[in-house]
């Protein structure tokens, strides 16, 4: 089969091996599509060489059919259609003992702790398999986990049908929460300061401000009568946005941070203090998102014809990071066994 490894900052290999052995409880996977994401180019760009194990076979959206079984495993059969929830926790830490599984303390987060799908067939715990509904075409399963990330982070937002919520960043996983907020029937808004960005959340539906040019606090606070969002998601990573975001939530909202920063941040304690405000990580997912993820993906919620940018094959993904970094795609997808 063949593989693409990360091999330093900026570099991938094309490397030809046999699949690894099945050991008890897993499963092999022959990985139809793979998904590019941020956490992937942090790796590509060096950043996060301190965690992963070089050659590091790396990704984690993903979709295919399993190809093998290995000893033990029960419930699944040859040729079922399949994405993974690609978590790998303890069970013994207190994380997990409190039921937050999902963010142990240890956890194993496959793709980037561990090998990865960006390989013709990979083996995983069959724990971490996720049935896909009838019908779904593989192409678009492979963007089950990042939607999985918006529901969680919607979820985990208590969010409800007639809220008001500000999206800051239109990447694709603020388009995915700002998609998924609106399909439960809140009235959303995606702050976005790359013209194109906001041009391709427009083309999705999506209400935008741009916040260069307009007093984004000032608009939210007219659009909300006054009274500011009921959630604001962070989702940009840039330190301006963090310390705006608290002066658009409401008395008592909730500013949700999803976006990864690696330094601390300045945050508005004041605004926290004087408001009541609300402020959570969403870092994750657990399974009920993944399977929710998956019925959005398949009723055609997601639009994921409009956020596919592109399918390259295997051998071009170093290419791929180059377009990505650029600026130049919302999702990339990578074959493997597509045919």
């Known amino acids: 089969m063949f593989a693409v490894n990360y091999v330093g900052s900026r570099t991938m290999a094309l490397e030809e091996r046999e699949p690894a052995d099945l050991r008890a409880g897993e499963v092999r996977i022959a990985v139809a599509y793979v998904g590019l994401c941020g956490t992937d180019l942090h790796v590509f760009h060096g950043d996060m060489d301190a965690r992963v194990s070089m050659p590091a076979t790396i990704g984690h959206e993903m979709s295919g059919t399993v190809a093998a079984l290995g000893p033990g495993v029960e419930g699944w059969s040859i040729g079922d259609p399949v994405t993974v929830m690609p978590l790998v926790w303890d069970g013994t830490c207190p994380a997990c003992r409190a039921g937050n599984q999902h963010i142990c303390q240890h956890l194993d987060f496959i793709g980037i702790d561990s090998p990865g799908a960006l390989q013709q067939f990979w083996n995983v715990p069959a724990s971490t398999l996720v049935r896909l509904p009838s019908g779904v075409s593989l192409r678009d399963a492979a963007l089950v986990e990042p939607v999985a990330v918006a529901v969680h982070d919607v979820r985990r937002s208590e969010l409800a049908a007639g809220d008001k919520a500000v999206v800051i960043g239109a990447g694709p996983i603020g388009v995915l929460i700002a998609t998924v907020a609106a399909a439960l029937g ?83 304690l004041h605004r926290v203090f004087w408001r009541e405000l609300r402020i959570l990580g969403a870092r994750v997912y657990q399974r009920a998102d993944f399977e929710r993820a998956a019925e959005l993906v398949a009723d055609g919620t997601i639009p994921v014809a409009k956020l596919v940018t592109g399918v390259v094959p295997l051998a071009e993904v170093e290419s791929a990071f180059g377009v990505l970094e650029a600026g130049q795609a919302m999702k990339l997808l990578v074959e493997l066994n597509a045919s």
Not at 232 to 244: N, Q
Not at 248 to 260: C, D, E, N
Request: glycine share 8%.
């Open 186 to 268: 809140a009235e959303v808004v995606v702050a976005e300061i790359d013209p194109a960005r906001r041009t391709a959340a427009a083309e999705l539906g999506l209400r935008t401000i741009d916040p260069s040019s307009v007093d984004q606090a000032a608009w939210v606070e007219e659009w909300t009568g006054g009274a500011g969002a009921d959630v604001v998601f962070e989702v940009s990573g840039a330190a301006a946005a963090v310390r705006a975001a608290t002066d658009l939530v409401k008395v008592r909202g909730t500013l949700v941070v999803v976006a990864i920063h690696p330094q601390p941040q300045p945050l508005d």
